[in-house]
């Protein structure tokens, strides 16, 4: 039953942060060090790492309504990702490792203007609003 | 292998892995509003910011970023089209409004209702938030648990409708999220409402 409760107890990584809503060819969730399929409606926590193959795509829409596309041969992962506006607690940190990523920008970044970035191996990209296209070759 | 050849072949390895190494950082109009936003890239202990709509700015390793400028269509098409093409689509919201102090629905609230079922059906893998909120009359805990009373009963009536209860989220953010603007104590009808967004 102390098992039982110890796994039930929430964590960051536990909690939903998106949903799958779009795929085109090869696209994984890995979780855990497990790899898993894509689907559409699929949870995405805050600690996977999203990952596309060769000629694939994956399209997911977060809790406060940000909109993440990644093109083939991508790997991005939610590093931050606080959404509840009635605590006053609004960040949002993408890492994006390679490959191509739209966003577009939803309600954390309305309610806090500075709260969102993207980073990459080697730069930091402050983003206030609305729509940006950003391409890793690392 | 010959000059030509080993030419060749950094060419096809180029074409392969889509270009040079580095970052490239373009701002687009909002493709639903035409909304423009701003951003700042930092590399190398330099920033360049952002402003006008279309334009890039390119990172090396270990170089700053480079000033901004123009990104032409076609590469914006070569780099980026596999991504826009799964853009996913803008989340829809629904606003049901509630009579003073009760748990009823008002009856234009009420016929949204199959729209909403609607809505979910053309989106593969939907998923809805349902956040109830209230007006200021009355005490802060009792607006949540008001607020929170209200969405399910919204989540109740989209389950009776045919909907998984496994898509949505169900919370309240009683009188702390006002649509309408007013003091304590103060009824207003347009505060009273759930908000159905089907992403």
Not at chain 1, 85 to 105: C, K, M, N, V
Request: one cysteine or more; proline letters at 6%; hydrophobic letters at 45%.
């Amino acid at each position: 039953m102390l098992l039982g409760l110890l796994c039930a107890a929430p964590t960051a990584a536990q909690e939903v942060v998106g949903t799958v809503k779009s795929i085109a060819g090869p696209a994984l969730v890995v979780r855990g060090g497990q790899s898993l399929q894509a689907t559409l409606g699929m949870p995405v926590y805050a600690s996977d790492t999203l990952r596309t193959g060769r000629n694939g795509g994956l399209g997911v829409t977060l809790r406060d309504d940000t909109r993440l596309a990644l093109g083939a041969d991508t790997e991005l992962s939610v590093a931050h990702y606080a959404y509840a506006p009635a605590e006053a607690s609004l960040g949002l940190t993408l890492r994006l490792i390679r490959g191509a990523l739209s966003y577009l920008s939803g309600r954390i970044a309305k309610l806090a203007p500075g709260a969102v970035r993207v980073e990459t191996p080697r730069s930091v990209i402050g983003v206030r609003g609305t729509h940006l296209l950003i391409r890793v070759e690392p | 292998m010959t000059r030509a050849g080993g030419a060749f072949a950094l060419l096809a390895l180029l074409v392969a892995c889509g270009g040079p190494r580095g970052d490239l950082v373009v701002l687009r109009p909002d493709p639903d509003d035409g909304g423009l936003g701003r951003a700042v890239v930092t590399a190398a202990g330099d920033s360049v910011a952002l402003i006008g709509a279309g334009e890039g700015t390119r990172v090396s390793p270990g170089r700053a970023p480079t000033a901004p400028a123009p990104v032409a269509a076609a590469e914006i098409d070569r780099l980026f089209g596999g991504a826009i093409a799964v853009r996913p689509a803008a989340p829809r919201q629904f606003l049901l409004n509630f009579a003073t102090g009760s748990d009823q629905l008002t009856a234009a609230s009420r016929a949204l209702l199959p729209e909403i079922v609607a809505e979910v059906g053309r989106r593969p893998g939907a998923d809805l938030s349902i956040i109830g909120h209230t007006d200021t009359e009355g005490d802060a805990a009792t607006n949540a648990a008001l607020g929170l009373r209200r969405a399910e009963l919204v989540r109740d009536l989209l389950v009776a409708a045919g909907l998984d209860p496994a898509w949505m989220s169900v919370r309240s953010h009683g009188e702390t999220d006002l649509l309408v603007p007013t003091p304590d104590n103060t009824a207003e009808a347009g505060n009273r409402r759930v908000e159905v967004t089907v992403r």
